[in-house]
């Protein structure tokens, strides 16, 4: 078998895939070169450089196995790779600890100015006063996302005692007391922490997460730090916030757009800025080709990979079946988890009608990753859902019967948070996903993607005109409105479909409209 690697792997990991295999080392190939010899090989390992498109998987006739040296796998086809039954591999555990240890180092180096003294001291001036600092002991350190990462953030912390608050609602309370963390709302973290670290992924739902409206609820002795993604925290606020003296300084690791050379971020002394570093450590490129090199091995031998990215066990019979399904569960995840609020505990799935006699195992990955889409870099799979759900402290239930009252098949998520339950149900209708019940709402909701609007309120006359003037004078068009309720005049579900956001004025003007109990929106 011949494997083809298009950039830099660690010694290690090539060492163990020229045990088994002949490999080609090929850097820096042009899209064009790549499509012209893929056909040769069996397998192919790149890191974030190497795009693999659907032209490139389709014309590797003989391709098994892509291996992605690191975390994300934004530059490969997903869809294609799982349709042409080519497993998807990456190594997610392997950085952890780098990026932890940056994230301390960059704290360290925010609090005693040490890359600007260092500067200062090459250039030939000794200037002691310039470059006072602050200790880090009793401070209180703000994680947003307490994953895997953000928890080694705050193992640490401990150890140089801090005093470590964390927002996540998803992770259970018992995991954060077990880890001596106290889980707190956004907006409370915002205003007592002396420092804010970011450990999320880059959502829809976390672009921006860190704006200027945040920014203003900040001590003016704050410091930030991100070693996550670039474009969580805004970076014309952040560098607005810094000039203006509302937040004393920042340390900042990824970058909206790399290479960021020309980022607005440079332009202040005050904030401390590396090239995207956080896995750059000798031990952690070592770690990463060798989880690579070791499932790229497993898969080509016929054995299962510890870390496979998309859903390479499903037998091809019932693969058309369950993938409509699958969307429905991922949708449902998403759903629950913009809907519930509080600290997440347990997960009930519940499976009825026909799809209850075939493997749920997908199904279960599918809704469990939709949940945690927002808090987590880590793809969910059959492989690794029950894990990943116990990482973070949480109780997975899952419930089957082959009748189904209502439908032919049926999905319910259901959720259960320090604040109460939410529940989520879907079908496929009509070669489509719908949502057909929300806590005790029975609706039929087609979703097509976009902002959605739920509201809880009384069932009276000129209330629904009274939301739609709300979000007129916002020019929000409303493209789909679904209502339901239990019985005349009394609680009622209203929910639209939005072509633009609802700002968080605007929900509040809605919230303030008699008899709107809660007002929730929603990005599918």
């Known amino acids: 078998m011949k494997i083809l690697i298009t950039e830099p792997l ?23 070169e ?7 090989y069996e397998a192919l390992v790149v890191r974030s450089e190497t795009r693999v498109t659907a032209e490139v998987i389709e014309a590797g006739e ?11 796998v934004d530059n490969i086809d997903l869809d294609v790779a799982t349709s042409r039954g080519v497993v998807v591999v990456n190594a997610p555990e392997s950085n952890i600890l780098s990026a932890a240890e940056h994230t301390i180092a960059l704290m360290m180096a925010l609090a005693r100015n040490v890359p600007q003294a260092h500067a200062h001291l ?21 994680i947003i996302g307490l994953g895997r990462v953000g928890s080694e953030v705050a193992k640490r912390a401990k150890g140089m005692e801090m ?36 450990h999320i992924p880059l959502a829809e739902s976390t672009r921006g997460l860190i704006g200027a409206d945040e920014l203003r609820l900040v001590k003016p002795a704050v410091r930030l730090i991100n070693t996550a993604r670039g474009g969580i925290i805004d970076e014309e606020a952040l560098f607005e916030a810094i000039e203006e003296g509302r937040v004393a300084g920042a340390a900042i690791d990824v970058f909206t757009k790399e290479p960021a050379t020309q980022s607005i971020l440079l332009k202040s002394d005050k904030i401390v800025v590396t090239p995207h570093l956080g896995a750059s450590t000798l031990e952690a490129q070592a770690g990463v080709a060798v989880d690579i090199a070791e499932q790229v091995t497993d898969i080509l031998q016929g054995r299962p990979a510890k870390y496979a990215v998309n859903m390479p066990l499903i037998s091809a019979e019932i693969l058309p079946f369950l993938t409509p399904f699958m969307n429905v569960a991922s949708l449902l995840g998403r759903l629950v988890a913009q ?23 997908a199904l279960k990955a599918a809704v469990i990753g939709g949940l945690l889409e927002s808090t987590t870099d880590e793809r969910v799979n059959l492989v690794n859902a029950n894990v990943v759900a116990q990482r973070r402290g949480l109780k997975v239930i899952e419930q089957r019967s082959t009748a189904c009252e209502n439908y032919g098949n049926l999905i319910t998520a259901e959720v259960t948070t320090s604040a109460g339950t939410v529940i989520a149900s879907g079908t496929i209708l009509r070669g489509e996903p719908h ?11 087609v979703s097509t993607g976009g902002y959605w609007l739920f509201s809880d309120h009384l069932d009276r006359p000129g209330l629904i005109g009274a939301v739609g003037t709300v979000t007129g004078e916002a020019d929000i068009n409303i ?46």
């Open 435 to 445: 949502i057909v019940r929300v806590n005790e709402y029975w609706v039929d909701i």
């Open 122 to 142: 090459k250039s030939g001036k000794w200037e002691r006063k310039r470059f006072m600092g602050v200790e880090v002991r009793n401070k209180k350190l703000g």
């Open 62 to 72: 003989r391709l098994q196995a892509i291996g992605r040296a690191g975390v994300g």
């Open 34 to 40: 790549l499509l012209n010899i893929i056909g040769d």
């Open 10 to 32: 660690a010694e290690e990991g090539i060492n163990i895939l020229s045990a088994h295999a002949e490999v080609d080392i090929r850097l820096g190939l042009k899209p064009e």
């Open 339 to 361: 809907l519930a609020e509080g600290q997440l505990s347990t997960i009930t799935i519940k499976y009825e009608g026909e799809i209850a006699d075939h493997g749920t195992d």
């Open 163 to 198: 005093h470590p608050v964390a927002y996540d609602p998803m992770v259970s309370l018992d995991y954060a007391r077990i880890l001596g963390v106290e889980l707190v709302s956004l907006e409370r973290l915002l205003e007592e922490s002396d420092f804010i670290t970011v």
């Open 479 to 524: 493209s789909s409105m679904h209502v339901a309720r239990q019985e005349p005049r009394g609680r009622a579900l209203m929910v639209l479909a939005l072509d633009e956001p609802v700002s968080e004025q605007q929900r509040q003007r809605l919230l303030a409209v008699p008899d709107v109990y809660t007002v929730k929106v929603v990005k599918l």
